[in-house]
Nanobody, 127 residues
Framework: QVQLVESGGGLVQAGGSLRLSCAASGRTFSNYAMGWFRQAPGKEREFVAAISWSGSRTYYADSVKGRFTISRDNTKNTVYLQMNSLKPEDTAVYYC????????????????????WGQGTQVTVSS
């Protein structure tokens, strides 16, 4: 497994932007697909975005497509989530996750596909 630490959460007004970072340590970062998930109060955890080993393929939930961008820097063992045009419904705890079940050609897009998780970072969007 890898150890993951998220940062960059906070309070922002609707329409604003935030960039989340997730620093990984412990194993070969470039051999893990990475994902972002979120959980709002009283709701189940949901998929937000995922990125392949090399970063060449990205996947998004429909609710964030066109507003959020996932990226990774394998030289820094870090994955990012740039969030633009934020809405109050984006308010949640955001979790970074790493998948040892991934391959060069397979990037999971559901929670069970990931086996290392960060502690989460709160994002609050005010209206």
């Amino acid at each position: 497994q890898v150890q993951l630490v998220e940062s960059g959460g906070g309070l922002v007004q609707a329409g604003g932007s935030l960039r989340l970072s997730c620093a990984a340590s412990g194993r070969t970062f470039s051999n893990y697909a990475m994902g972002w998930f979120r959980q709002a109060p009283g709701k189940e955890r949901e998929f937000v975005a995922a990125i392949s080993w090399s970063g060449s393929r990205t996947y998004y939930a429909d609710s964030v497509k066109g507003r959020f961008t996932i990226s990774r820097d394998n030289t820094k063992n870090t994955v990012y989530l740039q969030m633009n045009s934020l809405k109050p419904e984006d308010t949640a705890v955001y979790y970074c996750a790493a998948s040892s079940n991934s391959t060069r050609f397979y990037t999971p897009r559901t929670g069970p596909g990931y086996d290392s998780w960060g502690q989460g970072t709160q994002v609050t969007v005010s209206s």
